[in-house]
C-alpha cells in the first residue's frame, strides 16, 4: 500500500520506484494467474458436466498449474479423478483442497462422499460435519443428507435417522431424507411413522414403483385394506410391467 500511494504521488526516489514497480509487477502476475486459474477451473467444471472429460482434465490441469494454491482448482479435478475411478489422485487433490481451505464446505462434502464410498466411514462422516460448520455454506441439508446416506452404508440406521431429521429441519423437501426415512421406519417396524415419511413423499415427488411398493406394504402392516387397494391400483395403472407390480399381483408383500 505504501509503495502504491508513494508512485501515486509521483515522489521519484529511484530505489523505491523500481522496488514498487517490481512487486507491482508481481502481485499483478499473481493476480493474473489466480484469476486465468479461475477461468480454467470453471470451463473444467462445464466440460465435466458435458461428459467432456478429457478437455475437462486439461483445462482443471492447466488451472492448478497457474494456481497450485487453488483449493476450488483442486477440489474440481479431484471430482473428476472421482468419476474416472482414479482413487489415489482423487484422493490427494481432496486433500489438498481442504488442507488449502479448511472452511471450504464444498470440498469437504465432496471429500465426505469419495471417503464414504471408499468404505472410511468415519472420516467421511468428519468431513460431512466439517462442511456444516461453515454457518455461510449454501448446501448444508445436503451433507447432512449424505452423512444419512453414508451412515445406511455402515449400516447404521439410528445414525442415518439422525441425520436425515437434520437436513430435513433445514429443506423439508428433500427427497431423498424423506424417503430414507420412510424405509427406516418400516424397518424398525414403526409403520405409523413410516406412513407419514410416505405421504410427505406423495407432496414433494412422483411415484416410482419401489416407493409405491412401500407404501403398500405400510398398509399392509397396518391393516389398512382401503389404502392397500388404492396404492395398489396405482401401481397397477402407472407400473403395470414392473417386478413391485407383479410381486403385488402374486400377493407377496
Avoid at 498449474?65 to 473428476?80: G, R, T, V
Avoid at 443428507?145 to 445414525?159: F, Q, V
Avoid at 412401500?214 to 385394506?225: D, F, G, H
Wanted: charged content about 20%; hydrophobic content about 40%; some cysteine.
Amino acid at each position: 500500500m505504501l509503495c502504491k500511494l508513494k508512485l501515486y504521488l509521483m515522489i521519484l526516489m529511484i530505489g523505491l520506484l523500481t522496488a514498487c514497480a517490481g512487486s507491482s509487477s508481481k502481485d499483478g502476475a499473481v493476480r493474473n494467474n489466480q484469476k486465468a486459474a479461475e477461468i480454467n477451473t470453471s470451463l473444467g467444471l462445464n466440460y465435466m458436466q458435458n461428459g467432456s472429460y478429457g478437455v475437462a482434465m486439461s483445462k482443471l490441469k492447466k488451472a492448478i498449474q497457474q494456481d497450485p494454491k487453488s483449493a476450488e482448482a483442486h477440489n474440481a479435478i479431484a471430482l473428476l479423478y472421482q468419476i474416472l475411478n482414479e482413487d489415489n489422485d482423487a484422493n490427494e487433490h481432496y486433500k489438498k483442497a481442504v488442507s488449502l481451505a479448511p472452511q471450504y464446505s464444498e470440498a469437504q462434502n465432496n471429500y465426505g462422499v469419495f471417503l464414504c464410498q471408499q468404505g472410511q466411514y468415519k472420516e467421511a462422516e468428519q468431513r460431512f460435519l466439517l462442511a456444516v460448520e461453515d454457518p455461510l455454506y449454501a448446501s448444508p441439508a445436503q451433507a447432512y443428507e449424505n452423512a444419512g446416506l453414508c451412515a445406511m452404508s455402515i449400516p447404521d440406521l439410528d445414525k442415518a435417522k439422525d441425520y436425515f431429521k437434520q437436513a430435513l429441519q433445514i429443506y423439508p423437501r428433500l427427497v431423498n431424507s424423506t424417503l430414507e426415512l420412510a424405509k427406516i421406519n418400516y424397518q424398525q417396524a414403526d409403520y405409523k411413522q413410516a406412513r407419514v415419511y410416505i405421504q410427505r413423499y406423495q407432496l414433494i415427488a412422483n411415484w416410482t414403483a419401489p416407493t409405491l411398493l412401500l407404501a403398500i406394504q405400510t398398509e399392509n402392516k397396518l391393516r389398512n385394506s382401503n389404502a392397500v387397494a388404492s396404492y395398489t391400483l396405482l401401481l397397477r395403472a402407472r407400473f403395470p410391467a414392473s417386478d413391485e407390480a407383479q410381486q403385488v399381483q402374486s400377493g407377496q408383500y
